[in-house]
């Protein structure tokens, strides 16, 4: 496939939070680091890791909203330039939007319809409104509603409508699924592929790596605020193909793939931060681990592992019975 | 009730006080006797409370002691005074207070921020009467741009005193009544600001491309209200708590003084007066925050439909 320029590239993204530990002491709390994500156009790449991760953050971090006591490094291009503040608030809403992740994200006292329009009221504006909630099912009618009168499905309509009703280059969709059911979620992702199709580029967030696998293109595993491996979709087609040990981890605990979930729990954002996060957990595990692991490019996708790529015994090690033969 | 039974317990000989020791020697023995039924001295407490209830419950609410004029009366016309001297507070603090909470909050962690809240510190920490006693000496005396008490000038006849000339000696009071009332709402208007900000729907709001100008005035005060009306509201009865002490300082004659006299004086049934017409006060405000809560938030007006 032709790849074009990508929409959005992100470069060595760090998010931290001063904290105050124990007594007087502040603590840095590293909660995204060293990120690297580029997407392109007509492409959807899904970023998966479970909750609590920090990828509310890192979709928050590249609209440049960060929580007050947050700190951020590293930077991002919008179409080959430098993302900088002045440059964001000109394209927020516009070329580049969110699709937040709750309907907490909808002004409570606020009706739809004057949320969608932000203080605009040209009849141009309205339209525009009117459309778009029109293009995701949703009448007139749901202009004049408060989001408490929306169900679950509507609000992440209405979210979607919002976001896209000025066709914006870049769509970050923050976990716009879970509360849906199978039907409505995947009609829901249907509605990314199609705004994808149509010439944006989507960073699909979400801790459903099946989901993710029905609609993207690329995915990006994230593991404790890091990006472990980047693999297209064909490469889940089967484990070996992956890459990391915790991407095929990932894979075996798919229902279709044995529903083996992985023992143990991510470790907490400023614990441990030397060599590889994911080496308590791994059955791969070895001495050099306690390092810095390397970026490990294989196919068309790249692991950070020292035993990238490799199998066997990884299987064994885990469950003892998981023998796949090649 | 409790006001009832306060009055009656306390050691304050109604004699005494409103007549004085030395005019007390000097009268005859059936003198003090009339006096002490006037007074109500020695009557058991629960047949003068049955008595004032039934009363009450007529719509009388008997004859003041002290003023020897229907407890109504005084009301109304202390309460005519009050009510310029506490409407005026109420609304200047109301609106100061939100004003200010509201840029604290905009403007968090900056020198304005600061500024306001070490302002709003510093004033409720510092006693109400002092406040008054300091803005007395400051405008009235030094300055003499406000008379220094009462509500009408001296000497001047009731029927030719001009509005200006009441709003003219309201001003200080209100203003200090106004002062004291502002950090209580300034401060919950600063919090409840820096949690809209940091909402989630502040940062969609963000993300869709609105400014902070118009993300204060479209979803920051819309949020703030609410809490900010019930707050006032409940702050009726601050106000009046309030009024009472700088009543006094101001020789103002309004509701507060009159009560701090009824008080004093033992004049049961003009405190019985005062604590039913500010319970109502307090009351009514209550109401009033409820209803118009139904009326602005629209989880509650339409609510009820759906529900
Ligand atoms: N304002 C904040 N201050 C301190 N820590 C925060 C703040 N916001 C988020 N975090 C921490 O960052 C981590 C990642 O949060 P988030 O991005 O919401 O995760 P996810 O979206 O992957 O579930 C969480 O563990 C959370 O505790
Ligand atoms: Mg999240």
Same mark, same amino acid.
């Given at each position: 496939?032709?790849?074009?320029?990508?929409?959005?590239?992100?470069?060595?993204?760090?998010?931290?939070?001063?904290?105050?530990?124990?007594?007087?002491?502040? *603590? +840095?709390?590293?909660?995204?680091?060293?990120? $690297?994500?580029?997407?392109?156009? @007509? %492409?959807?790449? &899904?970023?998966? !890791?479970?909750?609590?991760?920090?990828?509310?953050?890192?979709?928050?971090?590249?609209?440049?909203?960060?929580?007050?006591?947050?700190?951020?490094?590293?930077?991002?291009?919008?179409?080959?330039?430098?993302?900088?503040?002045?440059?964001?608030?000109?394209?927020?809403?516009?070329?580049?939007?969110?699709?937040?992740?709750?309907?907490?994200?909808?002004?409570?006292?606020?009706?739809?319809?004057? *949320? +969608?329009?932000?203080?605009?009221?040209?009849? $141009?504006?309205?339209?525009?409104? @009117? %459309?778009?909630? &029109?293009?995701? !099912?949703?009448?007139?009618?749901?202009?004049?509603?408060?989001?408490?009168?929306?169900?679950?499905?509507?609000?992440?309509?209405?979210?979607?409508?919002?976001?896209?009703?000025?066709?914006?280059?870049?769509?970050?969709?923050?976990?716009?699924?879970?509360?849906?059911?199978?039907?409505?979620?995947?009609?829901?992702?249907?509605?990314?592929?199609?705004?994808?199709?149509?010439?944006?580029?989507?960073? +699909?967030?979400?801790?459903?790596?099946?989901?993710?696998?029905?609609?993207?293109? @690329?995915?990006?595993?994230?593991?404790? !605020?890091?990006?472990?491996?980047?693999?297209?979709?064909?490469?889940?087609?089967?484990?070996?193909?992956?890459?990391?040990?915790?991407?095929?981890?990932?894979?075996?605990?798919?229902?279709?793939?044995?529903?083996?979930?992985?023992?143990?729990?991510?470790?907490?954002?400023?614990?441990?931060?030397?060599?590889?996060?994911?080496?308590?957990?791994?059955?791969?595990?070895?001495?050099?681990?306690?390092?810095?692991?390397?970026?490990?490019?294989?196919?068309?996708?790249?692991?950070?592992?020292?035993?990238?790529?490799?199998?066997?015994?990884?299987?064994?090690?885990?469950?003892?019975?998981?023998?796949?033969?090649? | 009730?409790a006001a009832f039974?306060l009055v009656?317990?306390s050691?304050i000989?109604?004699?005494?006080a409103?007549?004085?020791?030395?005019?007390?020697?000097?009268?005859?023995?059936?003198?003090?006797?009339?006096?002490?039924?006037?007074?109500?001295?020695?009557?058991?407490?629960?047949?003068?409370?049955?008595?004032?209830?039934?009363?009450?419950?007529?719509?009388?609410l008997g004859?003041s002691l002290l003023y020897?004029?229907?407890v109504s009366?005084v009301i109304a016309e202390k309460c005519a005074n009050s009510v310029?001297l506490m409407?005026?507070?109420?609304?200047?603090?109301?609106?100061?207070?939100?004003?200010?909470?509201?840029?604290?909050?905009?403007?968090?962690?900056?020198?304005?921020?600061?500024?306001?809240?070490?302002?709003?510190?510093?004033?409720?920490?510092?006693?109400a009467f002092?406040?008054?006693?300091?803005?007395?000496?400051?405008?009235?005396?030094?300055?003499?741009?406000?008379?220094?008490?009462?509500?009408?000038?001296?000497?001047?006849?009731?029927?030719?005193?001009?509005?200006?000339?009441?709003?003219?000696?309201?001003?200080?009071p209100?203003?200090?009544l106004?002062?004291?009332?502002?950090?209580?709402?300034?401060?919950?208007?600063?919090?409840?600001?820096?949690?809209?900000?940091?909402?989630?729907?502040?940062?969609?709001?963000?993300?869709?491309?609105?400014?902070?100008?118009?993300?204060?005035?479209?979803?920051?005060?819309?949020?703030?209200?609410?809490?900010?009306?019930?707050?006032?509201?409940?702050?009726i009865g601050e106000i009046f708590g309030g009024s009472t002490l700088i009543e006094q300082v101001f020789s103002y004659p309004g509701l507060g003084q009159a009560a701090v006299a009824a008080g004093l004086g033992s004049d049961l049934p003009l405190l019985m007066g005062i604590a039913v017409i500010s319970a109502v006060i307090v009351?009514?405000?209550?109401?009033?925050?409820?209803?118009?809560?139904?009326?602005?938030?629209?989880?509650?007006?339409?609510?009820?439909?759906?529900?």
């Amino acid at each position: 496939m032709q790849r074009s320029d990508p929409i959005l590239e992100v470069k060595g993204l760090s998010v931290s939070f001063l904290q105050y530990g124990r007594g007087m002491r502040q *603590q +840095l709390l590293n909660v995204v680091h060293g990120l $690297d994500l580029a997407v392109s156009e @007509r %492409e959807i790449i &899904a970023v998966v !890791g479970a909750s609590g991760s920090g990828k509310s953050l890192l979709a928050h971090a590249i609209l440049g909203l960060l929580p007050y006591n947050a700190h951020m490094e590293g930077g991002c291009r919008f179409r080959g330039e430098p993302l900088d503040e002045a440059r964001l608030r000109r394209l927020r809403g516009k070329e580049i939007v969110l699709v937040p992740q709750g309907v907490s994200y909808l002004d409570p006292l606020m009706c739809v319809g004057a *949320q +969608l329009n932000g203080g605009e009221k040209a009849p $141009d504006s309205r339209r525009r409104t @009117r %459309e778009s909630l &029109a293009r995701y !099912g949703l009448g007139e009618e749901v202009e004049r509603m408060y989001p408490f009168e929306l169900s679950g499905g509507m609000a992440r309509r209405v979210m979607i409508a919002a976001a896209v009703r000025n066709t914006p280059k870049l769509v970050i969709a923050d976990e716009p699924t879970p509360g849906l059911n199978p039907e409505a979620a995947r009609r829901i992702l249907g509605h990314f592929r199609e705004i994808a199709d149509e010439g944006a580029g989507v960073l +699909l967030i979400t801790h459903d790596l099946e989901m993710a696998l029905t609609v993207a293109d @690329r995915v990006a595993v994230f593991y404790a !605020g890091r990006i472990l491996e980047e693999a297209s979709v064909a490469d889940f087609m089967q484990e070996e193909t992956l890459r990391h040990p915790y991407t095929r981890a990932l894979w075996r605990a798919m229902p279709q793939n044995g529903f083996q979930p992985l023992a143990g729990a991510q470790p907490y954002a400023g614990e441990g931060q030397e060599g590889c996060l994911f080496a308590s957990r791994c059955p791969l595990r070895s001495a050099e681990c306690t390092k810095e692991p390397p970026v490990r490019e294989i196919g068309n996708g790249w692991a950070r592992c020292f035993h990238a790529g490799e199998r066997g015994k990884a299987d064994g090690f885990d469950s003892g019975t998981n023998f796949v033969p090649v | 009730m409790a006001a009832f039974a306060l009055v009656a317990l306390s050691p304050i000989d109604p004699l005494q006080a409103n007549i004085g020791q030395v005019a007390l020697g000097s009268m005859s023995a059936e003198q003090v006797a009339r006096l002490q039924a006037y007074w109500g001295v020695g009557q058991p407490l629960i047949g003068r409370y049955l008595n004032w209830l039934s009363g009450f419950l007529r719509g009388d609410l008997g004859v003041s002691l002290l003023y020897r004029q229907e407890v109504s009366q005084v009301i109304a016309e202390k309460c005519a005074n009050s009510v310029w001297l506490m409407g005026f507070a109420w609304c200047v603090s109301g609106v100061l207070g939100i004003a200010l909470g509201v840029t604290a909050g905009v403007r968090r962690g900056r020198f304005s921020d600061r500024l306001i809240r070490g302002g709003c510190l510093l004033v409720s920490s510092t006693p109400a009467f002092w406040i008054a006693l300091m803005a007395l000496i400051v405008f009235a005396v030094w300055l003499g741009w406000f008379p220094i008490g009462l509500s009408i000038p001296i000497g001047m006849d009731a029927a030719r005193v001009s509005l200006a000339d009441r709003l003219h000696h309201a001003a200080l009071p209100a203003l200090v009544l106004s002062i004291t009332g502002i950090p209580n709402v300034a401060l919950h208007t600063r919090e409840k600001m820096v949690e809209v900000l940091e909402s989630d729907y502040v940062l969609f709001a963000r993300a869709r491309g609105e400014r902070t100008t118009q993300i204060v005035l479209r979803h920051g005060l819309r949020n703030i209200l609410l809490p900010a009306i019930t707050l006032q509201f409940g702050a009726i009865g601050e106000i009046f708590g309030g009024s009472t002490l700088i009543e006094q300082v101001f020789s103002y004659p309004g509701l507060g003084q009159a009560a701090v006299a009824a008080g004093l004086g033992s004049d049961l049934p003009l405190l019985m007066g005062i604590a039913v017409i500010s319970a109502v006060i307090v009351f009514g405000g209550n109401l009033a925050a409820d209803l118009l809560y139904g009326v602005v938030d629209p989880r509650v007006r339409k609510g009820g439909a759906h529900r």
